[in-house]
Nanobody, 129 residues
């Protein structure tokens, strides 16, 4: 039921930084856990990070740990993904999703489906050189 809109994608040089935003509809995240996923052409969906918008607990995939930072501003109904030291392997369409905590953790960390989640339509991140 919550509507999510991703923004902030674009073209960036390797080693550069980019910040993605995931904005929720007027009803907000309703204290859901919010996750970021990505999918590159010919690749399966990959969980990137998630944050519990209630208690602030976070998770990062090993591939982005130390480079990406997830945060949230509940007053603005927005979750951010700050991406530093971008690599060519980070090129993908990035999606945000909101759902129950346990389901989101399983989806991001293990790759399970997210049957109770709401998804945005994605934003393209392209890392060159």
């Amino acid at each position: 039921e919550v509507q999510l809109t991703e923004s902030g994608g674009g073209l960036v040089q390797a080693g550069g930084s980019l910040t993605l935003s995931c904005a929720a509809s007027a009803f907000g995240f309703d204290d859901y856990t919010v996750g970021w996923f990505r999918q590159a052409p010919g690749k399966e969906r990959e969980g990137v990070s998630c944050i519990n918008t209630d208690d602030g607990a976070t998770y990062y995939a090993d591939s982005v740990k130390g480079r990406f930072t997830i945060s949230h501003d509940n007053a603005r109904n927005t979750v951010y993904l700050r991406m530093n030291n971008l690599k060519r392997e980070d090129t993908a369409v990035y999606y945000c999703a909101a759902g129950p905590e346990r389901e989101m953790w399983e989806a991001v960390a293990v790759g399970f489906d997210l049957p109770g989640g709401s998804w945005g339509h994605g934003t393209q991140v392209t890392v060159s050189s």
